[in-house]
């Protein structure tokens, strides 16, 4: 027995460990890699936001402001909500634990949907409460399986929207009905880290985008969380929000690290925030980018499914592992979804066009 086992709490023990990328991504002096596993934006951030950044770092002495003053009236004003009623974490997965801790316990639990974002599961599990995954339908969440899935233990529904790995989406009227029948004693995480992607897709008129702050705006027990890591190209700095109940987020606000969202990260997103022309511009790309990749990788066999976000979701069948393995051989970077219970599928993040270029040549190699 190994000297720590018995001292660790039965929760640490019992702790299914993340893997975010594959060995070799983070080691010192290896090659540069073409990194399409993990839905960043390829980029990179705003040009405002870079400044932002470099104005502020002879002040990287002082403290945060741990409130984020400026920047929660930024985005108070920017979607039209009380200053209350946002709350600003060191990235989203920041918040997903901190709605965990202040809702779950043990003996209590979460609902989501199987082949979904993979944190909803360490965050319910941290606080030694349960996930419950219920079956999806057409590779998305299904409505009324989440629903039978919820109990009286139930204090949370996560709702990946688009979801992450499958890409999928469930438009307004479906995200109405499924809160209209929610319980009362049950949170409703909307999840809505890939929404500016997921609304320039609806702007083409592929579906109806949710409101889904219409349900903060009227009192009802949603949480949306938004994030600065994908369309803002900010992942690295570690910022999100949520935008619910004030007297929610007040409890949630409790329970956060102090100044864990660092003055670069607050800067920056403010900045970033104001520059809708390169917002535009990424979704655009996004959209025709996302387009193309999707008909090329299927012409090449790989079952592709469709996207409201900036990742495709391939089903390769039995030769999953095999496409990875020799991707990374040849420097690209992409994510099989084994661990998601999906050993067929890869998640492939749409790049820059070169880059998809280079994936695709690549498959291309190997599949001729
Ligand atoms: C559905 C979903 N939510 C949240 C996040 C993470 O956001 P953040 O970087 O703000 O923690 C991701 C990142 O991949 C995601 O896919």
């Not at 000297?3 to 023990?13: G, I, M, N, Q």
């Not at 592929?206 to 949480?223: H, I, M, N, Q």
């Not at 998601?340 to 070169?354: F, L, N, Y």
Request: some cysteine; overall charge negative; aromatic content about 8%.
């Amino acid at each position: 027995m190994s000297r720590f086992f018995d001292l660790v709490s039965k929760t640490a023990r019992d702790m299914p460990a993340y893997i975010p990328a594959p060995p070799g991504v983070f080691t010192e002096g290896s090659p540069q890699l073409l990194r399409l596993d993990s839905n960043e934006n390829p980029f990179g951030p705003s040009p405002r936001a870079v400044e932002a950044m470099r104005s502020l770092l002879p002040d990287t002495n002082f403290y945060p402001d741990d409130n984020c003053s400026g920047l929660r009236h930024k985005l108070a004003a920017h979607h039209g909500l009380p200053e209350d009623q946002v709350l600003i974490t060191a990235g989203s997965t920041a918040l997903l634990a901190i709605l965990c801790q202040t809702l779950l316990a043990p003996g209590l639990n979460a609902v989501t949907s199987e082949r979904s974002f993979i944190v909803y599961s360490l965050a319910a599990h941290a606080t030694g409460a349960q996930l419950i995954k219920a079956p999806m339908r057409d590779n998305g969440f299904d409505p009324d399986a989440l629903l039978a899935a919820i109990d009286s233990n139930t204090r949370i529904v996560f709702l990946a929207n688009p979801n992450n790995p499958t890409g999928s989406m469930l438009d307004a009227f479906a995200i109405e009905t499924f809160i209209a029948r929610v319980p009362g004693h049950v949170v409703v995480v909307l999840d809505e880290a890939y929404i500016e992607y997921a609304a320039h897709f609806a702007s083409l008129g592929e579906f109806t985008l949710p409101r889904s702050l219409d349900y903060v705006k009227l009192g009802a027990g949603v949480v949306v969380l938004r994030t600065f890591s994908k369309i803002h190209g900010l992942a690295g700095l570690r910022i999100g929000y949520g935008l619910g109940p004030a007297e929610l987020l007040n409890y949630c606000a409790r329970m956060r690290n102090t100044f864990s969202v660092c003055s670069m990260a607050q800067a920056a997103a403010s900045a970033a925030l104001d520059d809708r022309g390169y917002i535009q511009r990424v979704v655009e790309s996004n959209a025709l980018e996302a387009q193309r990749l999707a008909k090329e990788l299927t012409g090449l066999g790989l079952r592709v499914a469709p996207t409201s976000a900036n990742f495709l979701y391939c089903d390769c069948g039995e030769l999953a592992n095999k496409y990875t393995a020799q991707l990374f051989d040849m420097g690209i970077v992409v994510r099989p979804l084994g661990a998601w219970g999906a050993p067929t599928a890869i998640r492939v993040s749409i790049g820059t066009p070169e880059q998809n270029q280079v994936l695709l040549s690549a498959i291309r190699s190997f599949v001729s």
